[in-house]
T-cell receptor, first 116, second 111 residues
Framework: DAGVIQSPRHEVTEMGQEVTLRCKPISGHDYLFWYRQTMMRGLELLIYFNNNVPIDDSGMPEDRFSAKMPNASFSTLKIQPSEPRDSAVYFC??????????????FGPGTRLTVL | GESVGLHLPTLSVQEGDNSIINCAYSNSASDYFIWYKQESGKGPQFIIDIRSNMDKRQGQRVTVLLNKTVKHLSLQIAATQPGDSAVYFCAENRGDNDMRFGAGTRLTVKP
């Protein structure tokens, strides 16, 4: 398996522009997570899906952020309009709830977003 | 509030020595803990996990110890190698995918 795939790996945009980050989870995984990582705040969970349905979006900072999962193999995180404080590395992770106790999340390589 | 935290933000060790990275947690209801390794420019990578009904678990060169009495978690790396240089995160599962990550400890291995 190729692991969790994210695109783009780097994104530089100007304030006010729309940004769309993409994620392909590991095939067969039924949970998908979006995280944001900054030096100041570390890793923060933004939202997660179970079987394509958003379960908890309490970590989404504000209405400028939205996430979708139209099918089991694709998710997007959109920021509109973007602001300089959104600059961070955004990670997507997926996991499989096997019914046992191991819910290990497997992370993608991340998208480094810079908003000028 | 309850949180996952690390005692040491940085750790520098000599190649070949053993490393110990510590983590404190405050939620006694957490039942599952994971250590992740994050190398520069990459996402966190699973290293080892432990369930709350265990106090020790061993992997290849790594051992995780869990002390529920004092809510303490540690990661031991035997014979540390330059490739072990990275930031290490502990994470606690508070239930239903409520994973909380610590701030991370940067491990530097000196040749």
């Amino acid at each position: 398996d190729a692991g969790v795939i994210q695109s783009p790996r780097h994104e530089v945009t100007e304030m006010g522009q729309e940004v769309t980050l993409r994620c392909k989870p590991i095939s067969g995984h039924d949970y998908l997570f979006w995280y944001r990582q900054t030096m100041m705040r570390g890793l923060e969970l933004l939202i997660y899906f179970n079987n394509n349905v958003p379960i908890d979006d309490s970590g989404m900072p504000e209405d400028r952020f939205s996430a979708k999962m139209p099918n089991a193999s694709f998710s997007t995180l959109k920021i509109q309009p973007s602001e300089p404080r959104d600059s961070a590395v955004y990670f997507c992770a997926s996991s499989f709830r096997s019914g046992g106790w191991r819910d290990t999340q497997y992370f993608g390589p991340g998208t480094r977003l810079t908003v000028l | 509030g309850e949180s996952v935290g690390l005692h040491l933000p940085t750790l520098s060790v000599q190649e070949g020595d053993n490393s110990i990275i510590n983590c404190a947690y405050s939620n006694s209801a957490s039942d599952y803990f994971i250590w992740y390794k994050q190398e520069s420019g990459k996402g966190p990578q699973f290293i080892i996990d432990i369930r709350s009904n265990m106090d020790k678990r061993q992997g290849q060169r790594v051992t995780v110890l869990l002390n529920k009495t004092v809510k303490h978690l540690s990661l031991q790396i035997a014979a540390t190698q330059p490739g072990d240089s990275a930031v290490y995160f502990c994470a606690e599962n508070r239930g239903d995918n409520d994973m909380r990550f610590g701030a991370g400890t940067r491990l530097t291995v000196k040749p």
